[in-house]
T-cell receptor
Framework: AQSVTQLGSHVSVSEGALVLLRCNYS??????LFWYVQYPNQGLQLLLK??????LVKGINGFEAEFKKSETSFHLTKPSAHMSDAAEYFC??????????????FGSGTRLSIRP | DTGVSQNPRHKITKRGQNVTFRCDPI?????LYWYRQTLGQGPEFLTY????????KSRLLSDRFSAERPKGSFSTLEIQRTEQGDSAMYLC???????????FGPGTRLLVL
């Protein structure tokens, strides 16, 4: 069974500071991994995804994440936070590579706040 | 490409009433998914369609819930005899096939009084 754990339900950083949102996953097969962002009262927007190949994945808005199989982690980073980055971030996993169902299992989310 | 659309965006209903939500996926997307998101939680998978066939249903989907995708295009999610515990955001997503990115709609927020 797949699962996702996001460490820290709320993270606050200063504008211009490094953003680090932590995610650990559990999967019995090589996973697809995702980070989605959700702004208030909106649906989810894909930031980036890892399927196979290069373990460092670059996404939109300057975000990137690194797949570390040995640590079962997929942490999200951004070198310099911007006020517009304030939102809810969800890490997610799917077994799409091995399962036709490809449903996505989401973590409980991390709310990112940016201090001026 | 207009993206995934959902209607209505908000619905307030009284306990015991039936409600129906609609999802229009991105055209030519064969896969359509429904998720439910409660306050402070990540979305949870409910069910998915491959064209018009409903292929998997979560245990979260009680017999009061029914979903259809009659012509393999738009989908509807109906909740019968709503309960206060059904209050949530209902999200729809679509993808080209099983390995492609799921694109989410804006959701329908349901409040059951």
């Amino acid at each position: 069974a797949q699962s996702v754990t996001q460490l820290g339900s709320h993270v606050s950083v200063s504008e211009g500071a490094l953003v680090l949102l932590r995610c650990n996953y559990s999967s019995s097969v090589p996973p697809y991994l995702f980070w989605y962002v959700q702004y208030p009262n909106q649906g989810l927007q894909l930031l980036l995804k890892y399927t196979t190949g290069a373990t460092l994945v670059k996404g939109i808005n300057g975000f990137e994440a690194e797949f570390k199989k040995s640590e079962t982690s997929f942490h999200l980073t951004k070198p310099s936070a911007h006020m517009s980055d304030a939102a809810e971030y969800f890490c997610a996993v799917s077994e799409a590579l091995y399962s036709s169902a490809s449903k996505i299992i989401f973590g409980s989310g991390t709310r990112l706040s940016i201090r001026p | 490409d207009t993206g995934v659309s959902q209607n209505p965006r908000h619905k307030i209903t009284k306990r015991g009433q039936n409600v129906t939500f609609r999802c229009d996926p991105i055209s030519e997307h064969n896969r359509l998914y429904w998720y439910r998101q409660t306050l402070g939680q990540g979305p949870e998978f409910l069910t998915y369609f491959q064209n018009e066939a409903q292929l998997e249903k979560s245990r979260l989907l009680s017999d009061r819930f029914s979903a259809e995708r009659p012509k393999g295009s738009f989908s509807t999610l109906e909740i019968q005899r709503t309960e206060q515990g059904d209050s949530a955001m209902y999200l729809c997503a679509s993808s080209l096939d099983s390995r492609e990115t799921q694109y989410f709609g804006p959701g329908t927020r349901l409040l059951v009084l």
